[in-house]
């Protein structure tokens, strides 16, 4: 690596990796400590070279060749090395994969692979001078950043490999995203000087805020520190609430329990060390501004005032509209008149307009048969039933929780429930226990007619976006019980489930059947492409439903109250920035299918028949974002009249709730 041209003696020793592996991995041993050592020397020999070969030279091509013959060394195919970066690679993976198990080796060659393939994503930006918008930002800084790549390095020196079944669970998801949000947003705060005003990097947060609300640079380093302390209030928060009912809902066994507060105290020792060796290791500039990170005055009052939420003063009226950026037509299904009809018939066999939480005039005006026209243009009779019905289903169930449980606190009568679901929606497509409430009565009905004719595979996911959808339920009322305003990224991320949004994707992906394999809807781009559109629709809601939420629910989750209290703006300030987020989201959504889809065909040498299938997909989520638009701009559920004479007296539950039933009712099936 000396003799590669990028560094000489003299520069790794002012960069002293040692003293920040001796910082971050305080209780390693000798023997571990030179392990993890090298692996830090070989990720930032490998940027400080990719940066040195491609990011001045604009070589794509040569780039391209260079992290395809690196990732072989990943899967002992690489051969012979043929630059130091591969020598290293080899070298430390013979050293490291043999006490480890087969799972952590697949997680940990992903995020390897994220942290080397996804710097061609920094390397176009910077040829094409783009800067991304602010949550593909964070989204791409996690995978091309190194930070989860770290985070599986804490399980190899903290003696804390996780188990399978576990690591995949919300809470630790969560303390390995807040913790690599916190990595990631520290590194921008030091090395802004150097990589944007010597090197010309654009994958800085500072920057991308700075030009995103158009702010001066120390306002934007300002926001920056405040959300890299709200991600460390989240890493917190989540360790001391979130953890503990994980062990005991899923009977977490002592050893493993063990391992888990291993890994929780090895990604502080990461934060705290990290945060040292910033300000003491010679590669990035000395700036006063970011003396106090993650621990400022602000931060702190911050984290108090998340969890002081008040409905006091929540009024304004109707939020108004700011003209949204959406270049896509709608279309509209010649089924809907009969849609509408048979929607309105079963919401009524399913027991929905029972009590006063809904009637039939009011499930008139919320039309859902009229979304379902527009996002699935093209749908079958049968289909378009199927859409309405479960449009119907989930909003009846996201209506339903805050009043029937919310109201009280009875999170363990909503935590029930949700148990319960999972009984109606069988993989084998068998029996189901005899349903007890609206919400179960219509899920029964739901799966017996959507997931009776899939396949196996394409059953067990859809189950698992449905699942999704009601354990964010339990997010929410958990939210509201603890009084606590989200934290901004933890928002946008559960929003999306909260929303459905992969619920009714899933209805569109069925039209594909097989034909499009699963890893290629699981790469980066298709994942991107998805995302982008699920944040423009659920922005919709956000902004369409503030004064229903906000006035008359005391809700908290709502993109522009989110914006409100982080920014300490007003409601129309917040609102610009929500639709600015919409507008950045949509047109990152066009780059990707009009730029990105076309290389994803060519890099998987795609046949024909499948490039056919993505455009169409893609061609389906403009349907589905222009008619969400539409319809939240022409159904009842949100204008100020509807509002009021629907909240002039607080709706009461339909009778015969899961609080009725006995443990025997609550037996999980395999």
Known sequence: MLDAGVWDLDELRRNDYALMCAYIHPDCD????????????????????????????????????????????????????????????????????????????????????????????????????RIANPIEYIEMRRRVGGAPWSANLVEVASDAELAGHLAGLRPLRVLRDTFSDAVHLRNDLFSYEREVRVEGENSNAVLVVERFLDIPTQRAVDLVNELLTSRLHQFEHTALTEIPAMFAEFAVAPGDQARVARYAKGLQDWQAGGHEWHA??????????????????????????????????????????????????????????????????????MGMFAGDLWNESLFDGFDFSHCAAMIHPDATPDQLNVSSDWLAWGTYGDDLFPVLYGRTGDLAGAKLQNLRLSLFMPLDAGATPQPLTPVERGLADLWRRTAGPMGSKARARFRTAVETMTASWLWELANQVQNRVPDPVDYVEMRRATFGSDLTMSLARLAHGELVPDDIFDTRVMRQIDNAAQDYACFINDLYSYQKEIEFENEIHNMVYVVERFLSCDRLAARDVVAGLMRGRMQQFERLVAVELPALCEQYALSEQVRRQLTRYAGELTYWMSGILR????????????LRARFSAVPRAPQGGVRSIRPHQLVMTP
């Not at 571990?32 to 940066?51: N, S």
């Not at 001045?56 to 060394?73: H, V």
């Not at 319809?631 to 509807?642: E, G, L, N, V």
């Open 631 to 642: 319809w939240h701009d022409t159904c009842d559920r949100y204008a100020d009249s509807d």
């Open 30 to 129: 000798a023997e571990m400590l030179d392990l993890i050592t090298d692996w830090y020397v070989w990720v930032f020999f490998f940027d400080d070279h990719f940066l040195e070969l491609f990011k001045y030279s604009r070589d794509l091509t040569g780039a391209q060749r260079y992290l395809d013959r690196l990732e072989a060394f990943l899967h002992d195919a690489g051969g012979q090395p043929e630059n130091p970066a591969e020598s290293g690679l080899a070298d430390l993976w013979a050293r490291t994969v043999p006490s480890m198990s087969d799972d952590w080796r697949r997680r940990f060659v992903l995020s390897t692979h994220n942290l080397m393939v996804e710097s061609m994503w920094e390397l176009r930006n910077i040829a094409e001078g």
């Open 280 to 349: 003491r290791s010679s590669r990035y500039t000395k700036i006063s501004r970011t003396r106090n990170l993650g621990m400022s005055a602000t931060g702190l009052a911050r984290r108090y005032a998340q969890h002081g939420h008040s409905p006091v003063g929540r009024t304004g009226g109707h939020l108004p509209i700011p003209e949204l950026y959406m270049p896509y037509p709608v279309r509209t299904s010649p089924h809907l008149p009969a849609a509408r009809k048979h929607n309105t018939a079963w919401a009524e066999s």
